[in-house]
């Protein structure tokens, strides 16, 4: 395959698994964003995809080619840290030419080739600023040029937006996207942030205790999550313990009709986003609950509904405001096709 795949990658530190046979192909151009709660091994994989760890087991190829005995700066890999690592005493200039300096391209080569980077991360006339001068968003777009410099195979970032307040990191995500789709670099990001990976990704990997838990679009990700770890860390979801087999379901307050379990199965976890749960007036749905909470945000109204003892967040629109009241019992209505079964 044309691309990088990883073929049962795994790393241990000390007889410790931090990443446990991962296998991935990534195809050229894909920007890919690694998603997964702190200390799951996003951070130890990128370092190994990089060349700074060494894998315990497993095999590295780029477009066929086995590279997990070359070493890091052999690979030409472009990579962005969380801390950016700039040279604080160099100037913007400087910083982004490093790499070629260091690989003794010409200073006039090294001076038309940072202009062209500059003016690729949107800062035109900066070349002369020393580093001190900037502000945290500039100082990631030098990040990102320097790391550009050598027209990398691989763009590598681990959290590069993290240090950014919340305004400015969306508006570099969408920056950030932009950029890789006009370059068609094949990237991969670190983040801890679904937003993030959500906005950015073609592919979103989500890793949970050193391993893949699933490797899809945003989409597929959201609408079909494989397993409950990951229908909770994407978005929120509701999880419905349910009973059953033929047609319809039993959760704690009530059938749920439609939804059909695999053969032999008796039991399942069902995964329903709060959008898709639509309350109604009692009695008209056979799934029932007692309002225990109402949290307006103005835009939406999350309802929190007990059912037989399960919490049940649906979410209603800001026309319904008047209609429920904490305290009613309702009806809950769930489309089948919106009930994603999973393995309980
Ligand atoms: P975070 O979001 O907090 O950065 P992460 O998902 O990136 O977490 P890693 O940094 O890859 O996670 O760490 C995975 C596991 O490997 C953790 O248990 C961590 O303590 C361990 N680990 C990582 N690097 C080393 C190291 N150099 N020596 C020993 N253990 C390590």
Partial sequence: MSGLVLEGISKSFN??????????????????????????????LLRTIAGLEEPTSGRILIDGADITAVPAHKRNFGMVFQSLALFPHLNVGENIAYPLRIRSVGRAERVKRAEELLALVDL????????????????????????????????????????????????????????????????????????????????????????????ASPVEIYRKPVNAFVADFIGSTNLIAVQGSGQGVTAPGGTIPGVVLAP???????????????????????????????????????????????????????????????????????????CRVLAS
């Avoid at 990534?26 to 091994?41: H, Y």
């Fill in 15 to 44: 007889g410790v698994s931090a990443v446990d046979h991962v296998d991935l192909a990534v195809p050229n151009g894909t920007f890919v964003c690694m998603l997964g709660p702190s200390g799951c091994g996003k951070t130890t």
């Fill in 124 to 215: 035109r006339g900066y070349a002369d600023r020393p580093v001190a001068r900037l502000s945290g968003g500039q100082r990631q777009r030098v990040a990102i040029a320097r790391a550009l410099a050598l027209s990398p195979k691989l763009f590598l970032l681990d959290e590069p937006l993290s240090a950014l307040d919340a305004k400015l990191r969306e508006a570099m995500q969408v920056e950030l996207r932009k950029l890789q789709q006009r370059l068609g670099i094949t990237t991969i990001v670190v983040t801890h942030d679904q937003r993030e990976a959500m906005t950015m990704a073609d592919l979103v990997v989500v890793m949970g205790q050193g391993r893949i838990q699933q490797a």
């Fill in 264 to 338: 032999g199965q008796t039991s399942a976890t069902l995964s329903v986003r709060p959008e898709d749960i639509h309350l109604v007036p009692v009695g008209e749905a056979p799934l029932t609950g007692t309002i225990s909470f109402i949290r307006d945000l103005g835009a939406s109204i999350e309802t929190f509904v007990d059912a037989g003892g399960t919490q049940i967040v649906a979410v209603a629109s800001p026309r319904d405001r008047a209609e429920f009241r904490v305290g009613d019992t309702v009806g809950l209505r769930l489309a089948p096709e919106s």
